[in-house]
């Protein structure tokens, strides 16, 4: 049976660069008032009739940035033919930001001299609804994922750094007891990110 083996990746490593989580600047309104408007005059003793300002609503914060958000180590727990792996990614910038939907997966090892390191991408499987969820500085989000375990005669992927990616860029995890992930196929299923209370 051939094994599949990732070496280990330094978790400093995995650093991948990120979008900006300076929102962009809202674009300028531009009203249109037509001639006739311009050019009528009030009845004197009249009001013109007003319309309410609608406030202008700003997102509550822009989208996560990877270099500043961090992955606890994963706890693990086996099933029959599966086992799953919690872990929760917290903000540890300075101010508010927002994640939704489900992580990318690759199980990595250690970069050559040159060109990428050794990665395995699987193919997510989304577990359940996604909401929006903001992070203030020290919030966190959980996130489980469910690998196949190997049975005999499978060629299992083996490797110590799980990748989880999100729209902007990637956050590493390892397993809380400092095992490597052992597990066979090419799916996992993914929980989207949610508040960690």
């Not at 049976?1 to 280990?8: H, V, Y």
């Not at 300028?28 to 408007?37: E, G, I, M, Y």
């Not at 919690?86 to 690759?106: D, L, R």
């Amino acid at each position: 049976m051939r094994i599949t083996r990732l070496a280990l990746l330094p978790v400093a490593g995995l650093a991948l660069a990120a979008c900006s989580a300076t929102p962009p600047a809202a674009a300028p309104v531009h009203t249109r008032t037509s001639s006739a408007s311009q050019s009528a005059s009030p009845v004197p003793g009249s009001t013109l009739p007003t319309k309410p300002v609608q406030p202008i609503k700003t997102p509550p914060g822009a989208p996560c940035n990877p270099q500043v958000m961090t992955a606890g180590t994963g706890a693990k727990t086996t099933a029959a033919s599966t086992f799953s792996v919690t872990t929760a990614v917290k903000n540890t910038g300075t101010s508010a930001c927002t994640i939704k939907g489900y992580p990318t997966v690759a199980i990595t090892g250690l970069p050559p001299a040159t060109g990428d390191w050794p990665r395995k991408q699987l193919k997510v499987v989304q577990d359940g609804p996604s909401d929006l969820v903001v992070l203030a500085p020290g919030d966190g989000a959980v996130v489980t994922l469910t690998f196949t375990q190997c049975q005999p005669g499978q060629e299992p992927t083996e490797g110590r750094v799980v990748l989880l990616g999100v729209p902007t860029g990637g956050i590493t995890m390892t397993l809380e007891d400092g095992s490597d992930v052992i597990e066979c196929g090419d799916v996992v299923k993914a929980t989207a990110f949610e508040a960690h209370l």
